[in-house]
């Protein structure tokens, strides 16, 4: 099988531009039915971004860029993992798409070997909504990844018997393992 996409530094800049031109599509789909609405435009500097745990406790951040991840519905999010950071096996009730910004992110789909591998920014991942799979964030800086849904930003961890023994999870067991409500 052929890759299709190229290496080295081609390579990255083709996955910005495939992250670019994701994010135009989301932009332009947002454009066309907002417009037609009389809606105005929404310009965020990246200082000004409000980074909130992911859930009381949690490790991981949220930083929303439009509706309401608790309620439902359309909605954007920034979503930061700190290095080293292993979810362990879990689903979500919705479809999601992200399109990883910073850092070097490891998402398995269950039950897929050929999905554990390191992702660089501008990677791309659809996840099914009810599928298992795990999010590590490799490296030494944190993860930032935009994801997009149409649902209720919930997180469902898989039943014991579904996940996968340590050896098989995308980080060694030797890193910094984190879970979603660290007690550090």
């Known amino acids: ?3 299709r996409f190229k290496t080295g530094g081609a390579a990255l800049a083709a996955r910005v531009a495939l992250a670019a031109l ?13 417009a037609a609405k009389g809606k105005t435009a929404a310009i965020r500097d990246a200082s000004d971004l409000v980074w909130e745990p992911y859930a009381p406790g949690a490790t991981l951040q949220v930083a929303g ?4 991840r608790t309620r439902g519905g359309d909605y ?5 993992l700190p290095p080293g950071y292993v ?4 689903s979500h009730g919705a479809d ?10 490891v998402h398995t789909v269950d039950g897929d070997p050929t999905s554990i591998r390191d ?5 791309y991942v659809f996840q099914p909504g009810k599928q298992d799979h795990d999010d590590a964030c490799k490296g030494t800086v944190d993860c930032i990844v935009f994801v997009h849904q149409r649902g209720r930003g919930d997180f469902l961890a898989a039943k014991p018997a579904l996940r996968a023994p340590r ?11 984190r879970s979603l409500t660290s007690r550090e």
């Open 65 to 68: 860029l439009w509706g309401d």
């Open 167 to 177: 050896s098989q999870r995308s980080l060694p067991s030797s890193s910094p393992m």
């Open 22 to 34: 994701v994010l135009a599509a989301v932009a332009g789909f947002g454009y066309a039915a907002g």
């Open 1 to 3: 099988m052929t890759s």
């Open 119 to 123: 992702l660089a920014p501008g990677s």
């Open 76 to 80: 954007g999010m920034l979503l930061k």
């Open 96 to 105: 999601s798409e992200a399109v990883l910004i910073q850092g070097t992110w």
């Open 87 to 90: 979810a362990g096996m879990h």
